[in-house]
């Protein structure tokens, strides 16, 4: 059971190493690589224009562009697992408020299968359809046009089940001094999860832009958990070897 315990502690102090770091190359491919707004670019270089049609789309998938992409959609394929295992170590560290932790990491985990398995569909079958020529319906399957199917089942991937899964967890922090500033990032990027949400299936695309502040702003809960969670490991370890 203590083994357990502590395991538990150090992935999530582990994890959210992990998230901060790729919350930091996720915001600079993102600003890289795409414009939601005007399809000018962000930062100068490498903008996902607004969608045409496939063809358009398949001819901008040319290097470097395509790389970056491909760096960003891998990268995003590690958030999810990573977060995951996040919230998998806070669900075994919960002793009292089960049915939260329960939620969450259904949410969670519905959230990651949906999110890893749009990208694996782009990786697969969209690009061997656009090397090959392939292109009749391809539309929708495309991840960036925002009309398709695809890119809804993708944003339920992290804004509804994920924004359910981070309120869900974000109930369960103690009310201590920095896992209460985790407990309202966690409980407030949700909500704004949730919102994006309705404004995506409204048409509304600049919902993206809102979500993708949220994140950055979200990432400093990560910060927090692996400062606080260091501690509890140091404390915790300590506590072991007095009883021993």
Request: proline letters at 1%; a positive charge.
């Amino acid at each position: 059971m203590k083994g357990r315990k502590l395991l538990a502690i150090r992935l999530v102090k582990w994890t959210s190493v992990g998230e901060l770091i790729y919350t930091a190359i996720y915001m600079v491919l993102f600003a890289l690589t795409i414009n939601l707004l005007s399809g000018e670019p962000f930062m100068g270089v490498f903008p996902i224009e607004e969608w045409v049609d496939v063809h358009s789309f398949a001819q901008s998938m040319t290097q470097p562009y395509k790389d970056l992409l491909t760096a960003m959609q891998i990268a995003t394929c590690f958030y999810a697992v990573l977060l995951m295992i996040l919230f998998l170590a806070l669900y075994l560290l919960e002793e009292t408020r089960k049915g939260y932790a329960v939620w969450g990491l259904t949410s969670g985990g519905i959230s990651t299968v949906l999110i890893v398995g749009t990208y694996m569909l782009q990786f697969t079958y969209v690009r061997s359809a656009i090397a090959s020529g392939n292109l009749d319906g391809l539309d929708r399957f495309i991840l960036y046009n925002f009309h398709s199917s695809v890119a809804l089942v993708n944003m339920m991937g992290y804004m509804l089940f994920g924004g359910l899964a981070s309120i869900f967890f974000g109930l369960l922090f103690e009310k201590s001094r920095w896992l209460s500033i985790v407990k309202g990032l966690y409980i407030g990027y949700g909500v704004v999860c949730l919102l994006c949400m309705v404004l995506f299936i409204s048409g509304n695309f600049n919902a993206l832009i809102i979500w993708f502040g949220a994140m950055a702003i979200y990432g400093w809960s990560y910060i927090l958990l692996a400062f606080t969670y260091h501690k509890k490991e140091r404390s915790y370890m300590k506590n072991v070897e007095i009883e021993v």
